[in-house]
C-alpha cells in the first residue's frame, strides 16, 4: 500500500479489531477499565509493560492507540507517543533521554518555547544547553563529552534554515548522542527524519496532522531501539491525551496529503508574488528555487508545506509592517499554524544569537491557507498600501 492509502486504513476499527464497524475508530473515554476476575486483571498486570493493552486510562485508550499507529506509519518510526502539546512532546523527548550533568546541543533556529523549557526546567535540573549554528558549523566547537542528544529543527522557526539531517546525525551518533528533529513543518508526510537517520521524531500535531486549529496534541516517534525508554517515560509522567482529541487528530490526518499539497501550491503562488514586490527584501521559503535552503529541500523533502517568512525592507518601519498587518482581512492576526486558514503573524528574533545570519528588517511570518491563492495575493497587495504610512 502506498503511504496515503495506509493513512486512511491504518488505526480503523476493521483494522484494529476494536468495537463496532464504523468507519471512524470510536471515541473511548476511559479512566477505570472493569476486568472479569481478580486473576484476569493480575494477568493484564504482569503483561501491561511490555504489551499494548488497554488497562486504565493514562496507559492510553483504543482510540489513542489507533492514533498511535497512525502517527508511527507517518514518521516512518517503530512506535509513537501522544502528549498534549507539541511543546509538551518536546519537553517529554528531553525528560525521556536526559539526565542531569547531561549535554544538549540545540539548534538556534528552534521553536522559541523551547528554549524557556531549557532556561527554566532543565538547566535548573543540571542540564547543560548550548545553541548551535543551524548549518552545523559550530558543533565540532560545542560538542563535548557528555553531550547526549542534538536538537534539530528543519527549516526552522521563522528564519527558516533548512538543516542536514543526515550529517548531523552521522555527528551525533559519532559522538554517543542522539539526534531529535522537530518535524512539525514537514508533519511525516513531506519528510521523515527517522529515515535519515534520526532517533527521534517530534510534531506539535496542533498543527498539519489535526489541520483545523481545534487541537492541542504532540507527538514523539522514534526507532525500536529506543521505544521502551521513551514508553517508560511517557507513562511514569502520566502525559495523557483525552480520546475525544485523538479523534479529532485521527479525523484530521485522514486528510493531510491533500491538505498539504493545497498548502504547498498555495503557498508558491503567494511566495512568488511577493518575492516581486519591491517591499520585500526577500522570501523564506525552501521550496522555491533560490533560497538558500533549496537544495537541501529537493534532496531531503518530497512536498511543500505552507508557511513562510517574508522578511520587509530594512527602510521600511517595523510599525508600518504591523499597519499592514492590521489591514488584512482574510489573514487571522494569531498563534499556531496547520489549519485550513490563513494567519499572519510579525517574528520575534530577539533571542536568535547574536551572530545568527538574520538579514536586517521586519520579519513576518504567513501561514498559507487553503483559500484560493488569487484572492490572499489581491489581500497581501491591497494591505501593503498600508506600507506606505
Ligand atoms: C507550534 C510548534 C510547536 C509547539 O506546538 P504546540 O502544540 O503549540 O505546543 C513545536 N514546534 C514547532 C516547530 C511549532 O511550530
Same mark, same amino acid.
Given at each position: ?28 473515554? /476511559? ?32 482510540? =489513542? ?19 498534549? $502539546?507539541?511543546?509538551? /512532546? ?59 542528544? &542534538? ?17 548531523? =546525525?552521522?555527528?551525533?551518533?559519532? /559522538? ?21 537517520? =534520526? ?13 483545523? $486549529? ?104 517595523? #510599525?508600518?509592517?504591523? /499597519?499592514?498587518?492590521? =489591514? ?7 498563534? $499556531?499554524?496547520?489549519?485550513?486558514? $490563513?494567519? #499572519?503573524? &510579525? ?43
Amino acid at each position: 500500500m502506498k503511504r496515503s492509502t495506509r493513512l486512511i486504513h491504518l488505526g480503523r476499527p476493521e483494522r484494529t479489531g476494536q468495537g463496532p464497524r464504523t468507519v471512524n475508530h470510536p471515541v473511548v473515554r /476511559a479512566s477505570t477499565v472493569l476486568f472479569d476476575s481478580t486473576a484476569q486483571m493480575a494477568d493484564a498486570r504482569r503483561r501491561r509493560d511490555t504489551e499494548r493493552l488497554f488497562t486504565y486510562g493514562v496507559r492510553g485508550t483504543p482510540t =489513542a492507540f489507533a492514533l498511535e499507529d497512525v502517527i508511527a506509519d507517518l514518521e516512518g518510526g517503530f512506535g509513537a507517543k501522544l502528549y498534549p $502539546s507539541g511543546q509538551a /512532546a518536546v519537553a517529554g523527548a528531553m525528560l525521556a533521554f536526559l539526565k542531569p550533568g547531561d549535554h544538549v546541543l540545540v539548534t538556534d533556529s528552534v521553536y522559541q518555547p523551547v528554549r524557556r523549557l531549557f532556561a527554566r526546567h532543565l538547566e535548573a535540573r543540571g542540564i547543560q544547553v548550548d545553541y548551535y549554528r543551524p548549518d552545523g558549523s559550530d558543533i565540532p566547537d560545542l560538542i563535548r563529552p557528555e553531550t547526549r542528544l &542534538i536538537h534539530a529543527e528543519s527549516p526552522g522557526s521563522f528564519t527558516m534554515e533548512m538543516q542536514d539531517i543526515r550529517a548531523l =546525525a552521522d555527528i551525533a551518533h559519532d /559522538a554517543g548522542a542522539l539526534l531529535s528533529v522537530d518535524n512539525t513543518w514537514a508533519s511525516g508526510w513531506a519528510f521523515q527524519p527517522l529515515a535519515h537517520g =534520526a532517533d527521534l521524531s517530534i510534531l506539535a500535531a496542533t498543527k498539519y496532522v489535526s489541520g483545523h $486549529s481545534d487541537v492541542m496534541m504532540g507527538t514523539v516517534t522514534t526507532t525500536e531501539a529506543h521505544y521502551q525508554t521513551l514508553h517508560d517515560s511517557w507513562l511514569t509522567l502520566g502525559t495523557v491525551v483525552s480520546a475525544d482529541d485523538c479523534a479529532l487528530a485521527l479525523r484530521g490526518v485522514r486528510t493531510l496529503p491533500i491538505r498539504f499539497d493545497a498548502h504547498g501550491r498555495h503557498a508558491m503562488a503567494v511566495a512568488n508574488h511577493l518575492a516581486a514586490r519591491p517591499e520585500i527584501a526577500a522570501v523564506l521559503y525552501p521550496p522555491r528555487d533560490g533560497d538558500a535552503g533549496h537544495a537541501l529541500f529537493t534532496r531531503d523533502f518530497t512536498a511543500a508545506a505552507g508557511l513562510m517568512t517574508v522578511a520587509f525592507q530594512p527602510d521600511i518601519p517595523r #510599525a508600518r509592517v504591523e /499597519a499592514m498587518v492590521d =489591514a488584512l482581512d482574510l489573514f487571522g492576526i494569531g498563534a $499556531s499554524w496547520g489549519g485550513f486558514e $490563513s494567519l #499572519a503573524l &510579525i517574528c520575534d528574533l530577539s533571542n536568535r544569537r547574536p551572530d545568527a545570519d538574520i538579514r536586517p528588517g521586519t520579519h513576518l511570518r504567513l501561514h498559507i491557507g487553503l483559500e484560493d491563492p488569487d484572492d490572499l495575493i489581491a489581500d497581501l497587495d491591497a494591505a501593503m498600501l498600508a506600507l506606505g504610512g
